[in-house]
């Protein structure tokens, strides 16, 4: 699996987390989707991911669209 679609898997696995917590927990779960979907967007245009870091650290193969961060 490339770290491309490691990183969409682990997007989505996040925000569905976040969604479950809000609901079931408290609602100010709702500010880690905030934090994610704001990381997903900067991410998208600067090529800055720490999650895509750290998964590379740990041996995943890079997709294009993380090539060279």
């Not at 679609?5 to 997007?11: G, P």
């Not at 990381?39 to 998964?55: E, K, Y």
């Amino acid at each position: 699996m490339s770290l491309d679609r490691i990183m969409f898997a682990f997007a989505g696995t996040m925000v569905l987390i976040s969604v479950l917590l809000t609901w079931f927990v408290s609602p100010y779960f709702l500010w880690f989707t905030v934090f994610i979907g704001a990381n997903l967007l900067q991410s998208a245009f600067t090529g800055f991911c720490p999650a895509a870091m750290i998964f590379a650290k740990l041996g995943f193969k890079t997709g294009c669209a993380f090539e060279g961060k």
